[in-house]
């Protein structure tokens, strides 16, 4: 299990996506500055989403001062913040779902095929 950062530790927010992330999995020591990255941006996508909420639902839209309408910022910072995670998921090979559920679900899945009579078409036999 990797050692979880000071920077990570000390914030609710990032120590508890940071469990989140790493649990059920196994990183090396060379992931540890991009998972610190995967945390911060999952943070700056909360508070941009944050704040656009209001009482009465999500503001998505501002008018300046000549009454102009214009997006919120935070839509620009939300879109970037969900590509910078689906990157850096795919960079360290996260799924939605804990490791070892994907490999159930895997071997779920081949047995599944085994049972309907399917095989393996070109291995050594």
Known sequence: MLKKPEKIASDEFLSHKWDE???????????????????????????????????????????????????????STLKKATDAIRQLNKQLQISDEPAQVVQMNRLTELQSKYKNGLKVVGGNE
């Open 21 to 75: 992330v790493t649990a059920g999995r196994n990183f090396k020591e060379a992931d540890v500055p991009f998972l610190q990255i995967l945390c911060m941006w999952y943070q700056i996508a909360d508070k941009a989403m944050d704040d656009m909420s209001t009482d009465d639902g999500i503001m998505v839209a501002y008018s300046n001062q000549v009454d102009d309408i214009k997006e919120l910022p935070q839509i």
